[in-house]
Every structure is written in structure tokens, then in C-alpha cells.
């Protein structure tokens, strides 16, 4: 159970890379207890990318650093993964982790449930559950979320009342 990085030198742990390209999955697990700037930045500048994000999500969880599942992905954002290993961590890989591969994905005979997001830009801060900081300037926002075939959440109204998604 070490780290990924170690603690006194901020070094991402030889193990680390090598356990990940024999297939052992590393997942965020952010939740409210176990996300740290010190461990994550290293990791992401080092090339060590989460396969998984995975939010841990309760009620502590929520009104704490972690939020939901967008602001996760933001943070990533923000200490610069890029936006296409966001996605797939956040929705393909963790399919396929659980062998659910009807999810996750928009190919014939998937589920095909679906969130638009757009970006907003400004100036954001982001915690750790230590209480560090990190700024970053964009911010992955849900517009539109379909659901079975029907929209289910539509923040700006973007959607016709008459639209069929079917």
C-alpha cells in the first residue's frame, strides 16, 4: 500500500508505471479522504495517468473537495491531463473494468446514455482533501444529460420540449 510518489523525494514510484502496464488498474478514488495534490501532480507530470476516475461519492464527499464527478474532471484539467484521457477515464475504462462494455460508449447496440458538457473558462480553485490548492482556468459543465432516450437534465434550455432523441 506505498504511495505512488514517494512522500520525501515527490518521485513517482518505479512500481507504479510497471504495475499499470501489466494491466493493475489505478483508479482516483477521490472521495473525502484519499485525493492529494502532492501525490497527484508528480504522478501526472511523470507521464502516470489514472485509468479510472472514480469519485467515491457520499455525503461527506460531496460538501468537501471532491464535489461530483465534473469537478474531479476538471481537476485533472487543471494540472493538465488532457480532455480525451478525461473522457475515457471517466467513462469507457471504467466500463470496461467492470466488463460492462454496453456502457460507456456510443457504438451500436450500447447504451447510450449521454452527457453534453461544455467548458466553462475563468479563473477556478480546486482542493485536495488536505486542503491544498490548485487554480486552473477551465471547467467541464453538464449542459444536457439523456437518459434511457430522454432528456433528463437540460441546464440552459437548450433542448426543444418536441425533440425526440430515439
Not at 505512488?4 to 514510484?13: E, G, I, M
Not at 484521457?85 to 469507457?92: C, D, E, H, Y
Request: glycine content about 10%; hydrophobic content about 40%; overall charge positive.
Amino acid at each position: 500500500k506505498d504511495p505512488v510518489v514517494d512522500f520525501n523525494t515527490r518521485q513517482l514510484r518505479p512500481f507504479a508505471i510497471e504495475a499499470q502496464k501489466r494491466g493493475i488498474i489505478f483508479d482516483v478514488g477521490f472521495g473525502s479522504g484519499s485525493f492529494n495534490f502532492k501525490q497527484a501532480l508528480p504522478a501526472l507530470k511523470a507521464g502516470f495517468y489514472p485509468n479510472t476516475m472514480g469519485t467515491d461519492l457520499h455525503s461527506e464527499s460531496i460538501i468537501r473537495a471532491m464535489k461530483d464527478q465534473l469537478n474531479v474532471m476538471s481537476i485533472f484539467l487543471s494540472m493538465g491531463m488532457d480532455i480525451q484521457s478525461i473522457i475515457k477515464a471517466a467513462t469507457w475504462a471504467p466500463a470496461q473494468a467492470i466488463k460492462r462494455e454496453e456502457l460507456g460508449n456510443l457504438t451500436e447496440g450500447g447504451i447510450a446514455d449521454i452527457a453534453i458538457l461544455s467548458m466553462r473558462k475563468g479563473n477556478f480553485g480546486f482542493r485536495d482533501v488536505r486542503g491544498n490548492k490548485q487554480t486552473g482556468t477551465q471547467k467541464f459543465e453538464c449542459e444536457v444529460t439523456i437518459k434511457g432516450g430522454k432528456v433528463v437534465y437540460d441546464l440552459n434550455a437548450i433542448v426543444s420540449t418536441n425533440a425526440s432523441v430515439n
